[in-house]
């Protein structure tokens, strides 16, 4: 319900537009509307939702989250990570780099990969933001996962799978496939979406 709540806000919100202007802005406002709906409607039963929300324009690509969703670019055969997503090794890492907690700290918390912070829930923080746009190139793949993904395979098998000649649907595809046969037992739902970044020049005589 909160999933679909986040998801229905977003693309109510973003149906006037053909562009944005202020695509921060835009996130921080769906944001805020999806939490409030998402409360309003469970009421005082528990539940959330983590969103992850991308928008490719101008030749920039910006975007907004909040929980564990990872947000990553495929250039050059190389996955690279854009976003941190909102767990608690990532919280204990930052508290580290700012002085906060000792070494010795941060190293007990670095396993512990529970979310922190999610649509729906008392106290919802600020989205995470890219620090500024990302430049992106002819090519350039998009890559937006849920724990069910990046929780069971590395970025190294994910750069492998995102190497061939295949469709975008059949690179999905094989990456929720490799997810599902990991190791590990107690599996999250894994969610995978791709994305091309193309330039098309056209000449006018």
């Not at 986040?6 to 006037?16: G, M, R, S």
């Not at 997810?179 to 005589?205: C, F, H, I, Q």
Request: glycine share 12%.
């Amino acid at each position: 319900v909160s999933a679909h709540i986040a998801l229905d806000t977003a693309a109510d919100a973003y149906e006037p537009y053909k562009a944005l202007a202020n695509p921060e802005y835009f996130f921080r406002t769906v944001f805020g509307q999806a939490n409030l709906r998402i409360q309003q409607t469970l009421g005082q039963r528990r539940g959330g939702a983590c969103l992850g929300l991308v928008y490719l324009g101008g030749g920039f690509l910006h975007y907004g989250l909040a929980g564990d969703i990872r947000i990553a670019l495929f250039r050059g055969g190389e996955v690279i990570p854009l976003s941190q997503g909102h767990t608690l090794d990532v919280l204990a890492r930052q508290a580290y780099d700012q002085g906060r907690i000792s070494r010795r700290e941060a190293i007990w918390s670095m396993e512990e990969t529970r979310r922190w912070n999610y649509l729906g829930m008392d106290g919802f923080r600020e989205i995470e933001l890219p620090q500024q746009p990302i430049r992106l190139k002819p090519g350039d793949l998009v890559l937006m996962m849920t724990r069910g993904i990046w929780q069971e395979l590395s970025w190294a098998q994910i750069e492998d799978l995102l190497a061939g000649r295949e469709s975008l649907k059949e690179k999905a595809r094989q990456i929720t496939w490799a997810a599902g046969r990991g190791p590990g037992e107690e599996k999250e739902n894994g969610s995978v979406m791709l994305m091309r970044w193309e330039v098309t020049a056209y000449a006018a005589d």
